[in-house]
């Protein structure tokens, strides 16, 4: 038998801190039962996939001394992604400094080979997976405001209770 190639899979997020996480679960918690495990709530900025150590190394590297100009995310509108079934919460207004951010991680990581996704970047924080309800069509009542503080590198980790992100390295926004 052959062992596994080595690597881990791994993505850009924008963290929240202890108080957004807190308002974001107990959303979570009030929309569905389904909801992810509040350690779990993050927004991905850019996914990584399956990583080899050489390759985690020069994206480490690539992002050495990334300032990000701060924003505030204005969390007010909730949807869902049909396949998956992942209910979402995200802003219905995208700050420009969020979308150079993301422009700026894609430009250092495609100096290292990495494949850009394709598909445009879809700002969301998943709140539910195999949800098996509809996203609710009222409006949401306050918006969750997230000044976004941290970009961490995570690695998603399968486990028998399900999946884990564990952050492996962070980048202070505006500081
Ligand atoms: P999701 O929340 O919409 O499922 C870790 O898996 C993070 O990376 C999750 O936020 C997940 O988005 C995202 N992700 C997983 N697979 C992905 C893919 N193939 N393309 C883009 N993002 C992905």
Do not use: K, M
């Not at 050495?64 to 969390?75: H, S």
């Not at 997976?129 to 969750?144: C, D, T």
Request: aromatic share 8%; proline share 14%.
């Amino acid at each position: 038998t052959q062992a596994p190639a080595p690597g881990r899979r791994l993505f850009l997020a924008l963290w929240p801190d202890p108080v957004v996480r807190a308002e974001l679960a107990r959303l979570a918690r009030r929309l569905t039962p389904e909801h992810v495990p509040a350690a779990n709530l993050h927004l991905t900025l850019v996914f990584l996939g399956f990583t080899p150590p050489d390759r985690e190394a020069g994206y480490r590297a690539a992002l050495d001394g990334l300032r990000p100009v701060p924003f505030t995310l204005e969390l007010d509108r909730l949807g869902c992604f049909r396949g998956p079934r992942v209910l979402w919460l995200g802003p219905s207004q995208i700050p420009p400094a969020l979308t150079a951010l993301v422009g700026e991680l894609q430009r250092r990581l495609a100096a290292c080979d990495h494949e850009p996704d394709p598909r445009p970047f879809a700002a969301h924080v998943t709140l539910a997976r195999r949800f098996s309800g509809s996203a609710p069509a009222y409006p949401l009542p306050s918006p969750i405001r997230w000044p976004a503080a941290r970009i961490v590198l995570a690695e998603s980790r399968s486990q028998p209770g399900g999946v884990r992100y564990e952050p492996l390295a962070d980048w202070p926004v505006g500081l």
